[in-house]
Every structure is written in C-alpha cells, then in structure tokens.
C-alpha cells in the first residue's frame, strides 16, 4: 500500500530540510558548548512545542506558568500544533520554525530527529545542566531508557512516573448479587454472566484502546502485549504466543456474548467514560486513579481496585507501565540556547521539583505542621486549573505530591496496586538508525497485520481455528530477524565494546 501523498510530501520536505541546512546545524552541533552558548534578553520568552491534555488542556494563563517565570526568570510561550501531536513533528521540522523546547512522546522521535540533526544531545552541555547530571547519576535508567547506541541523549525523560494500571470494579454492584471479585478469568466470566442477566441492556467488561488493551492484560498469562524481554535479554513476540491466544479466545468469548461493547474497536474515552459512568459497565482495565476520577465526575459511582484476574498457568500481574516513554528536547537551532538551558536545569533542581509538583504555597496548597494539603482536592481539575504536572512544566514526578492529590481510598489503591506490577518494564534497547528505520518499516507492517487479525479474531470474523496461519504470516513478514536484532541490540548494551 502507498503510503498518503501528505505523508509523503511532509517526510520529502524534512528530507529536504535536513539537507539544505546541514551547513548550519552541523557546525552548530560541531562547536563546543561553551561556543555555542548564547545570551538571551531576559524579557524574550521561549517557545516550547506542547502536547495539549483533552482533560487538562494547556492553558497559557494558568497559575504554573507565572509561578515558573516568577521563580526562574524564564517566560514561557506555548506552541500547540494542529492535528493531532503524534503527527505534527515532521510538519513543525520541515517548516524550519522549529519552538526552542519539544515535548516528544517517545525518545524514539527524539532519538530519530536528533541523529539528523535536530536536536541537541544533551550529554554535551552537561556542565551547564547540574542539577540533570546529578539527577542522571542518581537515577541511571532513567537516562538509559532513551539513550541512543553511541550514548547520546537528544531528550530528558521524565522522572519518577506512576502510571500505575489495573483492574477496577463496581464492588456495590457484585455484593449485590453476592458475587466476589473474580481471581481468574474463567470466574471473569462467571461474574460478567451474571451481571449481563441482571442487566441485559449493559457490557459488563468496557475498555477503551481496543486491542491495545491486550497488552495491559497480556502478562497475567504469561506473555507480553509485543516484543518484550525475558530476565535474560531473550526477546519475544507476545501475540503469536500460547498464552495470549488464550487470552484472545477468553475475550473472544466475551464479544460474543455482548460482555463487552460490539464496538470495542472504535470506543471513544467519552464513550468509554459514560458507559461507566451510567452504570452500563462494571468492571474495566485502565490507570487506578480512574478510582477518584469516576467517584468526582458523577458523584455515586464508586469503583474499587481488585486484583489482576490470572490467565491459565499465569498470575495477578499487569503491565509495569510506570515509566515515561515521554519527555522534551532543544532544538538545535534555538538563538535562546542558554536560556533554554537554564530551564531545563531549573526544573531538575530541588526548588524546581517541589514547585512544579506542588507549585506554589497559599495558592495550591497549604501546609499544617508540616504537611502539604492541595487547596484543590480533584487531581483532574488541579491539572485542568493550574497546569501543575502537564506538559512542559515538570521533569520529575513525586510520589508524596502525586498520592496527595487524591482521597484515602484512591491513596490505598494507588500504594496497593504496585504490587501487581510485572517484574520487568517493557522497555527495549536502542537501536541504531538503520535498525530504527527496519522498526519502522518491516515491524510497523507486523504491528499493523497483528492488530488487523487480533481484531478479527475478537470479533468472530475469523475463528481461531486460523491461529496457526496467522502466526505463519506474521512469521513471514520478517519478524524473526526483528527479534534477533532486538536481542543483539539488548546484549550489545549490557556489554559494550
């Protein structure tokens, strides 16, 4: 299939970009830092790329944005481009008016850009960014997860993220009908019975992501949304295994008994959050502070965190997802180089953290005998108010500034359902450029065809008598050479030459 013309020509213009000024931004990157630092008036504000929130949109007068001038001197002027974000870098880049901050939603983006010359790696300002360095070296994951293969940084990651999923459950609704939580899959099923009976017109079991919700699931049958890493460095490919076809006949299964919503593929978050809100739904698989959220947007309906149901020959777990894929860059060719430094440094300091997680006292909290209350009780809404915690206004999470924004009950959860995490993070190795382009291509077609069949299988359009031709095509469109680099790849960074 080609791909779209708009696609093409915006990937033609970057290639074009990249070209006609790598005279000027490789000589820029070739000079030292100390050369290629620059002063900036203070009154000239910094642009920065931002990723808007639908449920906390960015807000160019909201309170953090003042609280950060005021505490490090530095003006920020948000730049939100059309479309969506996760196609707008290529257009930004080959405008050439590229904001001095970026806010990438993968170190993937950063790393493909940067090694064109886009950005800069940081690990050669260091020395004007002492509070990351030490932050870096305190937290050594945290800058390995988007190092490149010669060891470049093109992007901070955010630190300290809780992403914490699980399962959440209308515990009300099943002590009504003298149901328990369900342990394993097959007393999932028994409990979505059940309620269908009692409520013919609901969908028991509403998610949202469509099939991507399968990887959230995947590990309490032992195996992985994608490719994913053993305690060896192993790698393999989850929706080909044994177990996750098990998964899919269970939510097969499901479909067809209208346990969950035929249109599973297509829900919308709206969709998604009023069928749980209506009561239409009563057990989902999403982010635990959905606890707080669902309790504060209708005010009786109270869900409550339950245990991963285990898979056949698998156990209570989740995906670990509690790290940041997300984080931001500067620009390469930036005029304001120092002072995009400096705010990058200032969010890594002490003053820095606590600011922009707590932002500023008598405004967004209070402290009585030493401990800090958010004036604003709703974590949705102290984020839709102030812009606290949205992109570009923090580097750092804490988890005390985090848990504090929600109820007793939502604060529990949060702490409990840590234990729930899969031992191993599904983080992959750099890659080097030509192995990323191989990603992008030959595995965006196995990702694309995984989730066609996955879909199809799901919805009874194709039973999974067929499972074995699938794992054949999938097989066929290169994924074994995938997984031998991704395995090389993963050596080659615990063992450097």
Known sequence: MRPPKTTFWRMLAVLLLITGCEGREGALLQDSPGQSMRSTAPSEPLTMLIKSHDSYPYRPDAPVWGWLKDSANIEIRGVQPPGKYADALPDVLASGDVPDIVFFNHWDEANRYGSQGFFLDLTQYLHKLPNLKAFWA?????????????????????????????????????????????????????????????????????????????????????????IYADAEGQMHYGPIEPGFRALVEYMARFYAEGLIPPHFMSMSNKEWEDTLAAGQAFITSDYVVRIDYFQNLTNGVSFDLMAPPAGPGGKQEVMNGNFATTGMGISARTPRLATALKYVDFLFSEEGIHLTNWGKEGESYTSVNGA????????????????????????VFRFDAYNAQYSEKQQLANRVALQYNHPIKPILPPLTYDEQILVATTFERIRKTTNDYLAQFIMGRLPLTEWDRYVQEIEKLGLNPILEMYTNAWQRSKHPS
């Open 138 to 226: 305190a937290n050594p994951a945290n800058r390995q997860m988007s190092e490149t293969v010669d060891k470049s940084n093109y992007m901070f990651t955010f630190g300290n993220v809780i992403d914490q999923r699980g399962w959440l459950v209308r515990n009300d609704v099943l002590s009504r009908y003298g149901l328990q939580p369900p342990r394993t899959w097959d007393e999932l099923y028994m409990v979505l019975k059940r309620l269908k009976e009692v409520y013919p017109d609901s969908y028991p079991f509403a998610f949202r992501y469509g099939v991507g919700i399968l990887d959230l699931i995947a590990p309490s049958f032992s195996s992985g949304g994608s």
């Open 372 to 395: 800090k209350h958010y004036k604003i009780s709703d974590a949705f809404q102290l984020r839709k108010e102030t812009n606290l915690l949205t992109s570009g206004t923090y580097a």
